[in-house]
Structures are given as structure tokens and as C-alpha cells.
């Protein structure tokens, strides 16, 4: 007992049945326990605060893991909508709503999803639903996809650096882009390798 709490319990092995310790030996045997019995204490209530601190660990990376779920699937959501009011306008259908799909892209790319850099880019390339074109933003889109590893928008890229369209023209940055596209196994950027190195310098293709 240490401080009116138990501890735990002190066995005795005897080498003979029925000999219990000496008077002398039990006095030893509590000048010891005196001096362990509060390291001992120390001991549990450490053991205590790891497993307490475990638990809160484990608890706090389930809520993050639950959040992030969460957060995706309020993503995917967002996405998901907005690629089938595209499509809609893309169809002639609800037109007037692309602006809503491309609020919803931005909110999403802002929450940190690429994705939504390739229907944002779309959107400033191909003028969909009547959504105006614009070269400078279909290339910043563009990038934010190609550099996130998209092979289609690497050789989107690829495109605007060879024709200097929103960003300007260089047959280098072209090169490097369509490869990394071909690579990634996109037919545009296995067609634009072929096309930009049958007119390159070698000095270009280096």
C-alpha cells in the first residue's frame, strides 16, 4: 500500500512447506518494499499516462481519418455535379449553369483536388456552353493539371508552349511536356513527341 493505495500483492516462496519468514526477515522485507513501493507507484501511474496517451492518439487519428473521408466525399460530390452540368451545357441543356459548375471546379481545386483543373481548363479551351474562351487561364489550369501528373494535360501544355498560346511560345518547354504526356501513355502526346521533334534542333530535343 503506497499512499492508501494497493499496489499489489508480495508472494513468498518457502524451500521448506510450512516455514514462513523470521521476524528479522519480515522487517527486512518491509525496509524494502518502503523503498521500492514508490518507484513502483511512479512506475503505474507512468504506465497509466502512455496508455491514456495512446488512446487520445488513436482517437485524434480516427477523427482525421473520419474528416478527410469526409472532406472527400464532399469533394467527389461537388465534382461529380459539376462534370454533369458540363454536360449538360456541353449538350445544349441548362447552358446558363456552367458558371455554376465553375464555381463549384474552383471550390473544389482550391480544396486541393487536380482534378478539377482539367474541366476548368476545358471550360477556357473549348468555350463550353457558351462559357468564354480565355488562353491565359485555359494554360494557368492547364499547368495546375500537367504538373499534378494529368498525361492529356501535359500534352495540353505541350500545345499552348508550342503554338505560344497563354503562355509563351517554346519549342523546348514543348518537347519536355509532350514527352512526359507520351510517357504517361497519352495518344495527343505521343503524336506531338513525333510532330515537335521531326522539326526540333538537336539542341532543342536535348
Not at 9 to 37: E, H, N, Y
Request: proline share 3%.
Amino acid at each position: 500500500v503506497h499512499e492508501g493505495r494497493a499496489l499489489g500483492v508480495v508472494c513468498i516462496d518457502s524451500g521448506q512447506i510450512g516455514q514462513v519468514p523470521t521476524s528479522l526477515q519480515r522487517d527486512q522485507l518491509k525496509q524494502f518494499l518502503a523503498q521500492v513501493t514508490p518507484v513502483i507507484d511512479q512506475a503505474r501511474k507512468y504506465h497509466q499516462q502512455i496508455l491514456l496517451a495512446r488512446q487520445v492518439d488513436a482517437a485524434k487519428k480516427r477523427e482525421a481519418a473520419l474528416h478527410m473521408v469526409k472532406s472527400a466525399v464532399r469533394l467527389i460530390d461537388k465534382l461529380a455535379l459539376a462534370s454533369v452540368l458540363i454536360a449538360d451545357a456541353q449538350s445544349g441543356k441548362d447552358v446558363h449553369r456552367v458558371d455554376q459548375a465553375r464555381h463549384l471546379l474552383e471550390t473544389v481545386l482550391d480544396s486541393g483536388e487536380p482534378t478539377a483543373a482539367y474541366f476548368l481548363a476545358r471550360l477556357y479551351i473549348e468555350g463550353i456552353g457558351g462559357h468564354p474562351t480565355d488562353a491565359d487561364k485555359a494554360a494557368y489550369y492547364s499547368r495546375i493539371g500537367a504538373e499534378s501528373g494529368n498525361p492529356r494535360m501535359q500534352a495540353w501544355l505541350a500545345m499552348m508552349h508550342a503554338d505560344g498560346r497563354g503562355v509563351a511560345a517554346d519549342p523546348v518547354a514543348a518537347i519536355q511536356w509532350s514527352n512526359l504526356a507520351a510517357a504517361g501513355g497519352d495518344e495527343l502526346g505521343m503524336e506531338l513527341r513525333q510532330a515537335l521533334e521531326s522539326r526540333a534542333t538537336p539542341e532543342q530535343i536535348q
